[in-house]
Nanobody, 115 residues
Framework: QVQLVESGGGLVQPGGSLRLSCAASGSIFSFNAMGWYRQAPGKERELVAV???????NYADSVKGRFTISRDPAKNTVYLQMTDMKPEDTAVYYC?????????WGQGTQVTVSS
């Protein structure tokens, strides 16, 4: 059974940084795509950053230049480094892994950007 476990959320001030981690129960290369989504109150879940086919990366326009997705295959872990954070980054962040036509989700981790 696939499990994705996020960690690293919390409260950060505007302009601050935070790193999220997503530990998978198996090899991250077993997924066609793996990355991060977020959902703010009253809004739909949206893509933040993703590795696709293990090669290319895609970012939401709102986070380009501020967020970086990376991975450590030895630890079966994907990271999201967030810098220059803004109040509009406040959301629950979810790790996602897609294997063929099946999406797997973590439980989510709350990120709050506030002074």
């Amino acid at each position: 059974q696939v499990q994705l476990v996020e960690s690293g959320g919390g409260l950060v001030q505007p302009g601050g940084s935070l790193r999220l981690s997503c530990a998978a129960s198996g090899s991250i290369f077993s997924f066609n795509a793996m990355g991060w989504y977020r959902q703010a109150p009253g809004k739909e879940r949206e893509l933040v950053a993703v590795f696709t086919l293990g090669v290319s990366t895609n970012y939401a326009d709102s986070v380009k230049g501020r967020f970086t997705i990376s991975r450590d295959p030895a630890k079966n872990t994907v990271y999201l480094q967030m810098t220059d954070m803004k109040p509009e980054d406040t959301a629950v962040y979810y790790c996602n892994g897609r294997r063929l036509d099946t999406n797997y989700w973590g439980q989510g981790t709350q990120v709050t950007v506030s002074s």
